[in-house]
Structure formats: structure tokens, C-alpha cells
């Protein structure tokens, strides 16, 4: 158990909808990153997130957002979903970033678009 | 050409046998990451390396900045070793995370 939780675990919903995804970082750890695998692209980064700010952006599309919470819960919130939008959203913590501090993975929430 | 490169794709070998597997990385980085993600889908952070070697049980992982390579070497394999083993760097222009494509290792009994 890496001390971060997603849910959901498993989602399936159909074209044209909205999505919120959520993460609770381990405890101590300021940053969240949010990662999207899908079967032909693999593991792609989307956003990081700092104690509440971002500070770094990846591949994520304008129909997709993030957030931090003060309580440094982040959600990733996903709209007008497509058929490939369909995947498995990780995320991630560490304690400041990728640059300096080991990731802990969350278990995943897997995503279907019908 | 992909900024971060793995070989191989594929590796499939008897238990005991020593693997490598291999990254290339064409960008300046911060830090470079080794996960392992079982099939099940979890993805587990096995080494984070700026420099130097790391070594954890049977795994040791190196990294050359000049060469802008690093590989992650398992001793004395076993089945449960079987999963994809993927490189990440952390990109020091823009704090980016860029994945390689994965190494799908398959030991055998």
C-alpha cells in the first residue's frame, strides 16, 4: 500500500459526459501528479500540482482541469469525454517533485467511455 | 525520435539469468525514475538516481549523465520479477515527467 488512494476504482460512462477523478496524496507529501495510460500511447504525464498551485503541465487537454484542495486532495475533473478518453488515470505524490523525491502511485481509476 | 527511449520492448528469460534493461534519454533531467507495474496494473517506484548506482535486494540501477543512459540490472531472476519495468525522467527545462515505452520482462520457471 503506497498511502495514495484514488476513487473511483472503476468508471464507465458514455460520450459527452463529465468526469471527476479523485486523489489523497500520502501524508507529508505537497505534490500530486496526475498520469494517463492508455494501450496505444502508455504512460503520459498530465499535470503537477504543489501545495494548492501548479507547477507543471504535460499532455492534458483543454477538455481536462485539475486541482488542489487545500487539504492537498487533488481532483481531475474530465468533460465532453470521447471514446479515447477511455484509460487508466494514476496518480501520483511525492513530497516536493519528481526532481528530487520518490513517486508513490495511487491504484489507479480506470476509465470507460462507451 | 522519442525523448526517452527503453530496450528492450520485449525479454523473456530463464529464472536465474541476469537481466538488463536499458534507457536512453535525449533531454537534460533532474532525476531519473525506474517503476515496475505488475499486471494486475500497479505501478510501484523502484529507484529514483540524479547520479551514481542504487542497489535494492537483487535490483541495482545506474545511471551515466554524460552518456544521458541508465540501466536497471536484476540478479538472480524470478517469475515474480515478470512486469513491464518503465523509465521515467524528470525534465529540468520545464519540471515535465516523460515516460519511456516500457520493457515487458517474462521470466520463466
Known amino acids: 500500500d503506497s498511502g495514495v488512494t484514488q476513487t473511483p476504482k472503476h468508471l464507465i460512462t458514455a460520450t459527452g459526459q463529465r468526469v471527476t477523478l479523485r486523489c489523497s496524496p500520502r501524508?507529508?507529501?505537497?505534490?500530486v501528479y496526475w498520469y494517463q495510460q492508455s494501450l496505444d500511447q502508455g504512460l503520459q504525464f498530465l499535470i503537477q500540482?504543489?501545495?494548492?498551485?501548479?507547477?507543471a503541465k504535460g499532455n492534458i487537454l483543454e477538455r481536462f482541469s485539475a486541482q488542489q484542495f487545500p487539504d492537498l486532495h487533488s481532483e481531475l475533473n474530465l468533460s465532453s469525454l470521447e471514446l479515447g478518453d477511455s484509460a487508466l488515470y494514476f496518480c501520483?505524490?511525492?513530497?516536493?517533485?519528481?526532481?528530487?523525491?520518490?513517486?508513490?502511485f495511487g491504484p489507479g481509476t480506470r476509465l470507460t467511455v462507451l | 525520435k522519442n525523448e526517452v527511449e527503453q530496450s528492450p520492448q520485449n525479454l523473456t528469460a530463464q529464472e536465474g539469468e541476469f537481466i538488463t534493461i536499458n534507457c536512453s534519454y535525449s533531454?537534460?533531467?533532474?532525476?531519473l525514475h525506474w517503476l515496475q507495474q505488475h499486471p494486475g496494473g500497479g505501478i510501484v517506484s523502484l529507484f529514483m538516481?540524479?547520479?551514481g548506482k542504487k542497489k535494492h535486494g537483487r535490483l541495482i540501477a545506474t545511471i551515466n549523465i554524460q552518456e544521458k543512459h541508465s540501466s536497471l540490472h536484476i540478479t538472480a531472476s524470478h517469475p515474480r520479477d515478470s512486469a513491464v519495468y518503465i523509465c521515467?525522467?524528470?525534465?529540468?527545462?520545464?519540471?515535465?515527467?516523460?515516460f519511456g515505452k516500457g520493457t515487458r520482462l517474462h521470466i520463466l520457471p
Open positions: 533531454v537534460g533531467i533532474s532525476a
Open positions: 500540482y504543489y501545495n494548492g498551485e501548479e507547477r
Open positions: 538516481l540524479s547520479s
Open positions: 501524508s507529508g507529501d505537497l505534490s
Open positions: 521515467a525522467v524528470g525534465v529540468n527545462r520545464d519540471d515535465k515527467i516523460i
Open positions: 501520483a505524490s511525492s513530497v516536493v517533485s519528481a526532481g528530487t523525491d520518490t513517486q508513490y
